[in-house]
């Protein structure tokens, strides 16, 4: 590693870079704080206006965003718990523990994370219609709740995190695995068990074409179904529409500035062991 | 497996002195103690595997059964075997091209240009910087939106009478362009979403990789008098290379399933990716052919295309690795 000392070009390019990260975001509130007429009038606005919880209250009651909200803090919350506890016990087993065929399912583990989900898609739709899931949270639940990624994430931090003394020392006082998980692995693996989380979570939250297959707008969609929703001109009213991507963002935005940290602190471990 | 015998087992001299009672629940404790070692593994890793057979292998099996025969999303039990028709249709159908095509381009117009601005960011990240934390989540921030309210919030920006991008080229003296319908100009809009979304976090992913360039490389690279340029040329890009094709395959999958920005760019988000088909992209028309036009059997032919395609490219790019490391 190398520090060289940043010169004024390099932080004013680095604003740019910000600007630009950041402004399709802000403009997303002035927009949404408008009226359709104004958004039809060149120049676009630069500055906010009144409307803004007029628009969020209608994007709320008639595109289902409450509905969204809820369902997706549900389904989000449900499947980064799944994927953090299911990720931490493969990934110890996988880490520390001896067994027969481990290298080779290991190797399988990492495999599925070349084959993207979309092409299960329609078999996939089929097995929810049959089991009469289309439109209920199980359907967006179930299919994400195991993750490759997290399980080889949870692996390599394991792997450099957990001291196999420590693993044996609990076997040799008579500990069962499951005891060796609850008072050793776990303690162990709760910053990482932290970061997946939260990285299971963005993803869950923003997660998008099995969603607009599987749930409705009018039945219990998620946040990207009642977005895409508005997008079709369900209201048809830019500014309604701009709330309703507020809303829907917001949520994600205020984990972000809680524990942004964290989530670059992971996205760059994750990195340079992957 | 060496500690396990060991320690566990109990001495029998322990189990003898012991009752009858003491010296079988003994026994069974151990013997309890050893499935425990055996099996235990094989408990903790079944989810992952239970769960992916069940949603992830059986799906993909199945699409390929599925694409021998004509199923209709109205009533997905009763299915006709028709062969490999859905294929022949598929390799005769000009919107299967198009769409190929479209998705070539703007993967290459959203991958490129990605990879290549963050890797430069990540660049001036690794300087040392007062607020650096700052920076990093600023530029992570994209990451967070969702394809959904990044896409609609684009849609207006690229609006073609009122949107900002179009007024402020018209400030530069350009003519307002037609984002929605131009062809090349629909894709490179496409491409933008993906563009802001993703390379904060490529950025990261290589500010990760250069933070563990030794820094010897770096001064020898100064006492051989390489200029700042010629360092991030020699040592820095070097040295990212697994990096780089890591994110390349990452990408390369991505472009290849984009699907959420080229049906929300188009007004009414209707499947058909623009009134001349003209930024469909492959995922898209998947969607189309199951979702819209309810032939559940063709999806699942162009599914098992796109599979084909991605493993031509992994081909591809083995190839090209292999050539580069036996350089």
Redesign the interface.
Known sequence: MRALRAGRLTYAVLGVFTLGSLFPLVWTAIAASRNSTRLARTPPPFWFGGNLGRNLSVAWTDANMGTALLNTVIVAGTVAAGTVVFSTLAGFAFARLRFRGSRVLLALVVGTMLIPPQLSVVPLYMLIAELSWTDRLQAVVLPTLVSAFGVFFMRQYLAQALPAELVEAARTDGASSLRIVWHVVFPVARPAMAVLGMLTFVMAWNDFFWPIVALTQNGSPTVQVALTGLGRGYVPDQSVIMAGALLGTLPLLLVFLLFGRQIVGGIMQGAVKG | ?T??TA??SPSPARTARKGEGEGRRQVWRSRR?RW???F??????A???L??AA??L???L??GW?ALHQ?ELTD??SMTWVGLKNFTRLWDDEFFWNALRNTVTIGLLSTVPQLLIALG?AH???????GS?F???????????????????????FGR????VN?ALSGLGFGPVDWQNGPLASQVAVSTIVV?RWT??NA??Y???????P?EL?ESAELDGASRWRQFLHVTVPSLRP?IF?TC?VST?GA??L??EP??FNG??AATGGSDHQFQTL?LY??EQ??VNLH?GR??AI??A??LI?LLI?GAARLLRGRGEAR
């Open positions: 497996m500690d396990e320690v566990l103690y425990d070692v055996r235990g593994p094989y408990a903790f890793v989810p992952f595997f769960f992916f949603f992830g059986f799906p993909l199945y699409t599925a199923v997905p039990d960011l001036l990240l690794n300087y040392r910087l007062r934390a920076f990093r989540v600023a530029v992570l921030t994209p990451y967070a939106t969702s394809v959904a309210a990044a896409t609609l919030v684009f849609v207006l920006l009478d009122y949107g900002m007024w802001w904060g976090y990261l992913i500010l990760a990789a250069m933070q563990a360039v820094a770096y990096t890591f395959v999958i290849t399933q699907f959420g049906l929300l009414g988000a995922g998947l969607y199951g979702w559940l999806a699942s599914a098992w796109m599979f991605l992994a």
